[in-house]
């Protein structure tokens, strides 16, 4: 499966800051998720982030707050922007592969937002 | 509305004491479900994919079995090493590869 990683894996902000995520792989993919997960809750949609198109978000999440660059096959970016303390969370990216519809996970971001 | 329901939501277990995790799911079409492991301070970390009735996929102590309304994972002979929140998704027939998550099952094995 393909190697993930995120940048950076923790950080702590201020209110009314912005943060970029950023989610490499190793192997070139077509599909690239963005999920988040609130404490203590399980993982939730943002977005569906294809190389070449608009990312596609979910109910309840707008691109003013959390716009997603995808540049390449191989990378991607979340911003949270504007960001108050209930947008702390865990940030996590995934892959599919080779249309198995699988999902791989990144190891996290970890934002505490004060 | 699309739904994962996990239970329990944690479960303490002694070392070598088989026990089952338990995943129903209300959608309105399963096109996959999904079993991940979580560790603490990292991401899900994929186990298994089930796509129809009577489906059984085994990896280690590990069994995850699928029905029409839910799936079971079940734990045979657990060692402490197998202590994780264990995470239960679907996939919807029609739609794009969105994942719906559950809760989630903490379990804890001791020695």
């Known amino acids: 499966s393909a190697v993930i990683s995120q940048k950076p894996s923790r950080d702590i902000c201020q209110r009314g800051t912005s943060l970029t995520i950023q989610c490499q792989v190793d192997s070139q993919v077509t599909m690239m998720f ?4 609130q404490p203590g809750q399980s993982l939730t949609l943002i977005a569906t982030a294809n190389q070449g198109s608009e990312a596609t978000y979910e109910s309840g999440f707008v691109i003013d707050k959390f716009p997603i660059s995808r540049p390449n096959l191989t990378f991607s970016t979340l911003t949270v922007s504007n960001m108050s303390p209930e947008d702390s969370s865990i940030y996590l990216c995934s892959v599919e592969e080779g249309g198995l519809e699988t999902q791989y996970f990144g190891p996290g971001t970890r934002l505490l937002v004060l | 509305e699309d739904q994962v329901t ?7 277990l002694q070392e070598g004491e088989s026990s089952s995790l338990n ?4 959608v309105s079409g399963l096109r996959g479900l999904f079993w991940y492991r979580q560790d603490p301070g990292k991401g899900p970390e994929f186990l298994f994919t089930l796509y129809s009735a009577g489906e059984e996929k085994e ?3 590990l069994k995850a079995t699928l029905t029409k309304k839910e799936s079971f994972l079940h734990i045979t002979a657990p060692k402490p090493e197998d202590s994780a929140t264990y995470l239960c998704a679907a996939t919807i027939a029609g739609g794009y590869n969105k994942l719906i998550f559950g809760a ?3 379990l804890a094995v001791h020695p």
């Open chain 1, 34 to 37: 963005w999920y988040r997960q």
């Open chain 2, 6 to 12: 996990q239970s329990p939501e944690a479960l303490r």
């Open chain 2, 23 to 26: 995943c129903s799911y209300t």
């Open chain 2, 59 to 61: 990896k280690e102590r």
């Open chain 2, 104 to 106: 989630g099952t903490r």
